[in-house]
């Protein structure tokens, strides 16, 4: 079983900026892609941004070139950092990572991006 904990959601204005963290723990060896899924609301869940452990990433269109996903396979932690953000970026932010074909899922954190 993998565990993962996300971290950094929080309000920010429109073109702000944040930083979300998130820490795999128990099973991690072998973990191969990383990455964060969003759901707005009434919305379904879409895929933001994705690594793999070879540090090949993977983003929706409608973030390239404002949010960067980082991997720290030392630390078992995947980051994403969220830059010029937009009112359509508010959503639950979902960690995922992809072991042996099996998807395991954070409990998300809340971005909400108001003035």
């Known amino acids: 079983q993998v565990q993962l904990v996300e971290s950094g959601g929080g309000l920010v204005q429109p073109g702000g900026s944040l930083r979300l963290s998130c820490a795999a723990s128990?099973?991690?060896?072998?973990?191969?892609?990383m990455g964060w899924y969003r759901q707005a609301p009434g919305k379904q869940r879409e895929l933001v941004a994705k690594?793999?452990?070879?540090?090949?990433?993977n983003y929706a269109d409608s973030v390239k070139g404002r949010f960067t996903i980082s991997r720290d396979n030392s630390k078992n932690t995947v980051y994403l950092q969220m830059n010029s953000l937009k009112p359509e970026d508010t959503a639950v932010y979902y960690c995922?990572?992809?072991?042996?074909?099996?998807?395991?899922w954070g409990k998300g954190t809340l971005v909400t991006v108001s003035s």
């Open positions: 995922n990572a992809d072991r042996w074909g099996i998807n395991y």
């Open positions: 690594v793999t452990r070879g540090s090949s990433t």
């Open positions: 128990g099973s991690t060896f072998n973990i191969n892609t």
